[in-house]
């Protein structure tokens, strides 16, 4: 076996375990924990499906290998909770860390390749990065909206909280941001984000 797809393979195994790594988010009608892999399927296959909400036109494969990446960074470095103030803090500085470990397993043109895809999410400046974003954030939303609003009363999550981090939403998309404050405000007449 040459050394490339050596590599390659040992990525492919090493990836894996995004299985491993349970969100906060539960699946739909009231399933378990939704785990990394998961949760990055099911955002690239709802942006080629929505991709005509987009704000933008965009390249739906660079949105989707986008969206199928931008989390294995939580292999080495955890899953952090949306509104963990805490875990904010050091966030980016692990998921640098990570990024370069786990990238680093293929090969350097590979590793170059996805480390790119993997920033020009994290920097959300371009079209396909914030339509990605948007369906980062519109997922767990109605994820958790079907789950009438469990996570967010469980973790008392507010609503400047939840609009906070929706906010980028809006740059994606504006039509799923009207949907997002749709069920957002349902969601804070029920009880289920403080309004605090």
């Known amino acids: 076996m040459d050394e490339r797809i050596k590599k390659q393979i040992e990525f492919a195994l090493e990836i894996d375990k995004e299985k491993n790594i349970f969100r906060q988010t539960h699946l739909s009608n009231n399933g378990r924990n939704e785990n990394d892999a998961e949760h990055a399927w099911h955002i690239a296959i709802m942006s080629y499906f929505l991709q005509e909400y987009s704000n933008e036109k965009v390249d739906i494969a660079r949105v989707m290998i986008m969206c199928l990446i931008h989390d294995i960074v939580e292999i080495d470095a955890g899953d952090t909770y949306a509104y963990d103030s805490e875990g904010l803090k050091t966030q980016n500085n692990r998921e640098k860390i990570a ?97 605090v």
């Open 99 to 195: 990024k370069e470990r786990i990238f680093s397993l293929l090969p350097t043109d590979q590793k170059k390749e996805f480390i790119s895809i993997f920033d020009e999410f994290e920097e959300n400046q371009t079209p396909e990065a914030k339509f990605a974003h948007a369906m980062d954030n519109f997922q767990p939303l109605i994820l958790n909206n079907s789950n009438d609003g469990g996570d967010w009363r469980e973790h008392n999550v507010t609503a400047k909280q939840v609009y906070g981090r929706q906010s980028k939403t809006k740059d994606g998309s504006k039509k799923l941001f009207e949907i997002t404050d749709m069920i957002l405000q349902e969601n804070i007449k029920k009880g289920n984000i403080k309004e």
